[in-house]
């Protein structure tokens, strides 16, 4: 703006005397050109010629003082580029852009742009108009092609289905019907062995201790898998798959408790433990934190220390497929406004083995 307003000022100035002395002006005015020409290449001797806003204002300025015909001769640019810098002086003159940009409608909220982004990637089947009704229910009024914008400018597509799942998210999405079983061997301080029978649902990561036995038989198992049924109640309808291995324990009556409530059962293929990882992830980690640290004295013993960690693993261990969150529970707690070591309560789990802590209510 500064420099259209000197532009113009110069102009006006120079008019008034090129009226009266017209061929004394355009001689000045050649030798203004020229002069400002060799200062230019003067400062610019050791490299190519580059001309500032003030040089094309000085040579714009005086070209209507000297004759068209004598511009290619007193002027270092050609009559085009002349005539161009005299057309960008006016555009500039008229643009109204940083006006609007302060004036006009506000910029979108950066709060809304990453909830927007955030729809898109964990909803590829949400287009813009569904990312747009979901903002307005959580009281963001946009429109639709300010998601559409957003979208576009982080080269996101701005329609539906823009990319199938990938493996991490289909697999994330079965493991909410998926339940896994194995057996758990616990060496008594005898040196006798019992047997316990672990369920784990893949979703929820919840646990299960079926029971415990010496002498785990097929009829024991079956029993064991209707008292899990029960357990689960009205949650059951919600799997779809029962991971095993091919232990001759599990027999066809026992495949048929679980096909009776439409869950079809998926059988590891033989030395492949890693197709039932979780299962042996939790039986490895009961090891860890509870059985290693005990010495177990018998069946009954052994059910008591596995119903503690179970509840302790359900209802208070953080889990990291759940965003630290136990299996149980379904939000974190409130954050503290002054988090502080005092006022805390600790509970003693299977004599202090594991510990639990909690703020005093």
Not at 48 to 65: H, I, M, N
């Amino acid at each position: 703006m500064i420099g259209s307003l000197v532009y113009r000022v110069v102009r006006k100035l120079l008019a008034v005397p090129a009226v009266l002395l017209r061929r004394d002006m355009a001689k000045d005015a050649e030798l203004l050109v020229l002069r400002h020409e060799n200062a230019v290449l003067r400062r610019q001797l050791t490299g190519p010629v580059r001309y500032e806003p003030a040089d094309r204002l000085w040579f714009a300025a005086p070209s209507s003082l000297i004759p068209r015909r004598l511009w290619a001769q007193v002027f270092p640019v050609t009559p085009a580029t002349l005539l161009a810098w005299h057309r960008r002086l006016i555009a500039r003159k008229w643009d109204y852009s940083k006006r609007r940009s302060r004036h006009g409608r506000p910029a979108t909220a950066s709060a809304v742009k990453a909830l927007v982004l955030q729809f898109a990637k964990q909803n590829p089947r949400w287009g813009c108009r569904r990312i747009q009704g979901e903002l307005v229910r959580l009281g963001h009024p946009v429109g639709s092609t300010t998601v559409w914008e957003i979208l576009t400018a982080a080269g996101i597509d701005p329609a539906p289905r823009r990319s199938g799942p990938t493996w991490r998210e289909f697999l994330t999405a079965q493991t909410e019907g998926i339940i896994a079983c194995d057996f758990l061997h616990i060496d008594l301080v005898d040196l006798r062995r019992v047997y316990a029978l672990v369920f784990l649902e893949h979703g929820a990561r919840r646990l299960h201790i079926a029971g415990v036995t010496a002498h785990p038989t097929g009829s024991w198992t079956v029993q064991q898998a209707r008292n899990l049924a029960v357990e689960l109640g009205v949650r059951v309808d919600s799997l779809r798959f029962l991971l095993r291995d091919r232990d001759a324990k599990y027999t066809e009556s026992f495949d048929a408790v679980f096909a009776a409530d439409d869950i079809r059962v998926v059988r590891t293929a033989p030395r492949a433990p890693r197709m039932n990882a979780h299962c042996e992830r939790i039986i490895g980690t009961l090891r860890r934190e509870a059985l290693d640290h005990l010495l177990i004295w018998n069946e009954t013993h052994a059910r008591q220390v596995l119903d503690a960690y179970a509840r302790h693993y359900n209802g208070h261990r953080p889990h990291q497929a759940r965003g630290q969150l136990p299996p149980l529970a379904q939000e974190h707690p409130s954050p503290l406004i002054a988090p502080s070591a005092h006022g805390l309560l600790r509970t003693r789990i299977l004599g202090g083995v594991i510990n639990e802590y909690r703020h005093v209510a």
